[in-house]
């Protein structure tokens, strides 16, 4: 067993430090907290929509670490926030979008809220529509592409948008050309109020990659190291030339399909208890316990350390300015960031 108080070197049986280890469990607890609190304020009536990535943050960080920030693009969609985190979003920026603030640097509160975007953290910017983004991100791989750039464009969705056009022409035309794409499907078993086996009659979303000519993988999206291990190789061989990749990650949405959703109505109460019980955090934590990369106290710490960090970036952000109305037109074409 490792010893927590040191660090350094790949952690025993893990392709992370024990540092990584850390940041990656730190991104995920953030991103919950930043939910939490959010949802809060929307209750509060102070924001006015809220649509989380509770029970998706493995996925997220896990596939966002395996990514090179500052120099691969993301196009992701609207649940991603743990995505943006780990691209360099701060918790005070993630307040900023949730209240519609001026200063929010995803669309100065011109989009909705959880529709990311910033251009100089390489994160596209993407339509209410959903799966246009998986589109976006073959262009962007084809113009890298042209400009001799090496370099990896992530585009997720979730598996409801993989019934969408949009979705089979990205892969057609990402494959003919292979391109440098990973598209990434976070399964959370609904599209809103419709189970996966409603969406489509193949097993796995990744079965669809042999059709299309291009690598495919299924990967246990409650898992952040595993989801890590799998973009990662995908990453450095899409990389290298071999083409774009399909990854499906399993996951489960602990919380309602939005702030609006009442998830009673479709989803039974002992099945989200059982899935509950898996919760990626959870997971997570006992996992940095039983391994030896981090102490009860350890843990603790960070904890309460993302807690007041979530608790004063929502109060900083409530005090700052909303868009004006004379500024109505700004933000909407085009004011380069």
């Known amino acids: 067993m490792a010893n927590p108080e040191t660090g350094g070197g790949t952690h025993p049986g ?18 919950r907290r930043l939910d939490e609190r959010m949802m ?47 691209f360099g979003m701060t918790a005070r920026e993630a307040m900023l979008n949730a209240l519609g603030k001026r200063d929010d640097p995803n669309s100065h509160g011109r989009q909705m809220p959880a529709h990311w975007g910033n251009r100089s953290r390489r994160i596209v910017t993407q339509s209410s529509v959903v799966a246009t983004q998986l589109l976006h991100a073959a262009g962007i791989a084809l113009g890298a592409r042209l400009r001799g750039e090496e370099l990896v ?78 973009v990662k190789a995908a990453a450095d061989q899409t990389r290298r030339g071999g083409g774009p990749h399909l990854i499906e990650a399993k996951c489960y949405r602990l919380w309602p399909h939005s702030s ?10 002992a099945e989200l208890e059982e899935w509950s019980k898996k919760d990626p955090i959870l997971v997570m934590r006992g996992r940095l316990l039983e391994d030896g990369a981090a102490t009860e106290a350890q843990l603790a710490e960070l904890e309460t350390s993302v807690q007041e960090e979530v608790r004063e970036a929502a109060q900083w952000a409530l005090q700052q300015p909303d868009p004006a109305p004379e500024d109505a037109l700004g933000f909407v074409f085009k004011e380069a960031d």
């Open 40 to 86: 809060t304020l929307q209750r509060q009536g102070l924001a006015a929509f809220v649509i989380a990535g509770a029970g998706q943050e493995a996925a997220q960080v896990g596939a966002a670490m395996a990514l090179r920030p500052g120099i691969d693009h993301v196009a992701p969609y609207y649940r991603d926030l743990a995505v943006n985190l780990v």
């Open 260 to 269: 609006d959703d009442d998830d009673t109505r479709y989803r039974p109460r």
């Open 153 to 230: 464009v992530f585009a997720s969705c979730g598996e409801g948008s993989t019934s969408r056009g949009d979705f089979h022409e990205a892969l057609n035309f990402a494959s003919i050309h292979r391109l440098p794409v990973i598209f990434f499907v976070e399964n959370n078993g609904y599209a809103i109020s419709e189970r996966t086996e409603k969406e489509m009659a193949v097993e796995h979303v990744a079965d669809r990659a042999r059709g299309y000519g291009m690598h495919g993988a299924v990967v246990d999206g409650m898992d952040a190291v595993a989801v890590y291990q799998t």
């Open 14 to 31: 893990y392709p992370l430090t024990r540092e990584q280890l850390l940041e990656m469990y730190r991104f995920m607890v953030l991103a």
